[in-house]
């Protein structure tokens, strides 16, 4: 009867736990995990905004307490208008204890949104845009409104 000896460092195919090989094997579930974890947050089930700009302006700028006039711009990565979308912003102050103000945008031309947004006192404020686009896809900024002026 003959016998096979595998020659020296060769395991004929069998991973030793403790050796290299072994440790690679058993690594490789927990790389293609992350991998998939990876990858899902990147393609974000419908929440990813595909690069859409979000611009800004106020009617006065800068804006004084009171109702200032909101216009939003959404444009694509080619320079397209993004329209059909539905929009709200939180406008809130930068240090804790203010009440926020809302507003709801409406959509005045193809990409363009705009509303009033409630300051209610001088200072620097910032804007929490929330949208969700015509195809499903939400986009989520926060834009900051430094020195808003005191009547």
């Given at each position: 009867?003959?016998s096979v000896v595998?020659?020296?460092?060769?395991?004929?195919?069998?991973?030793?736990?403790?050796?290299?090989?072994?440790?690679?094997?058993?690594?490789?579930?927990?790389?293609?995990?992350?991998?998939?974890?990876?990858?899902?947050?990147?393609?974000?089930?419908?929440?990813?905004?595909?690069?859409?700009?979000?611009?800004?302006?106020f009617d006065p700028?800068?804006?004084?307490?009171?109702?200032?006039?909101?216009?939003?711009?959404?444009?694509?990565?080619?320079?397209?208008?993004?329209?059909?979308?539905?929009?709200?912003?939180?406008?809130?102050?930068?240090?804790?204890?203010?009440?926020?103000?809302?507003?709801?945008?409406?959509?005045?031309?193809?990409?363009?949104?705009?509303?009033?947004?409630?300051?209610?006192?001088?200072?620097?404020?910032?804007?929490?845009?929330?949208?969700?686009?015509?195809?499903?896809?939400?986009?989520?900024?926060?834009?900051?409104?430094?020195?808003?002026?005191?009547?």
């Amino acid at each position: 009867m003959t016998s096979v000896v595998p020659a020296a460092g060769n395991t004929g195919g069998v991973r030793r736990a403790g050796s290299p090989a072994g440790r690679a094997w058993r690594a490789w579930p927990v790389a293609v995990i992350a991998l998939a974890a990876l990858l899902s947050a990147c393609s974000g089930g419908g929440t990813g905004d595909g690069g859409v700009a979000a611009t800004f302006r106020f009617d006065p700028q800068p804006p004084s307490v009171g109702k200032a006039h909101f216009e939003l711009r959404l444009v694509s990565p080619q320079g397209e208008a993004v329209a059909g979308a539905t929009v709200a912003v939180e406008a809130n102050m930068n240090h804790a204890g203010m009440q926020p103000t809302f507003a709801d945008l409406s959509e005045d031309v193809p990409g363009r949104y705009v509303g009033d947004v409630e300051f209610t006192m001088g200072g620097d404020w910032f804007l929490l845009m929330n949208a969700t686009l015509a195809d499903g896809r939400k986009i989520e900024r926060k834009l900051d409104v430094p020195g808003v002026r005191s009547k």
